[in-house]
Each structure stands twice: as C-alpha cells, then as structure tokens.
C-alpha cells in the first residue's frame, strides 16, 4: 500500500479508536487478491489495501450514515451481477446499512496511481444513476474518516 493510502488507513483507524467503534482490519490471502484481480479485475491500489488492510469487520458511524466495507473474501458475493444496469466495470466495495445503496469502484476510470473513482447507486431502483462520491478511492476513506471526525 503507497503511502497517501496508508495515511488515510491510519486516520479512519485512529477515528474508529477515539469513538470506541470496534472494528477488525486484517490481511487478505494474497492467493483471494490475485484471484480478485482476475475476475473483478480491480487495481493495484484497492488491492495493496485489501493486502494490508483488508476491511474484515468495518463500518463507519455518523448520524447520517452508516457504510460497511466489505472484505476481501467477501467481494465476489456482493457483487450485484446480473441486475439490470450493472456494469461490468463496476466493483462494488460497499453498503450503506442505513438505504442499503452501494458503493462501487468505476475501473473504467484508472488514474496514474492506478487508482479509480467511488460511485454510489440506489439498489433496488429500475435502474442505476451513479453518483460520484469520491474522485479516487483514497478520497473515499478520506471522506469516510471526516464525516465520522466530524460527528464525534
């Protein structure tokens, strides 16, 4: 994991401990990685994140919204392939608990740092009408870390 993405780790870690939230990062099987790098085809900096810290038990809390990431293992089955709409440059990373709308990654859209954008989209809707959440995945932990920062 680079550097700015550890950082942003360590912030939503150090939030989660001063709110007494507890949560449990752990590592991926770098054998779960690889195979999520074939089949869902995501980059290499969402999988240095998976690798380090892969989110086994994790759920941000504000008066807003609750978003639970999810895990490395977790991945393939959360994935909402076959609903109409879905694209297939799309990764699902996570859910709100609270609308039940999903967070995904457009791989579509690599930057240099082989980083992507984060959508959102209501489930359960006739169709999907992303909404951008975050220009990169490092700005969506970032965006997670403020929002709980600011409700403590």
Known sequence: MDSELAEVVAELKDIFTRRGIPTRFGRA????????????????????FLQVSDPVDVETVTPAERVRLFPADRLVAEQPVGEAGWQNNWV??????????LYFL????????????????????????????????????RSLAKSMEAAA
């Open 29 to 48: 099987d770098p054998a779960v990685v690889d195979e999520l790098r074939r089949e869902l085809r995501i980059p290499a900096r969402y999988r240095g």
């Open 92 to 101: 699902a990373i996570a859910r709100s608990t609270l609308r039940g709308d």
């Open 106 to 141: 457009d791989i579509s859209k690599l930057d240099a740092e082989s980083d992507c954008p984060v959508f959102s989209v209501t489930t359960g809707a006739a169709s999907y009408r992303p909404e951008l959440c975050a220009s990169s995945f490092e700005q969506f932990l």
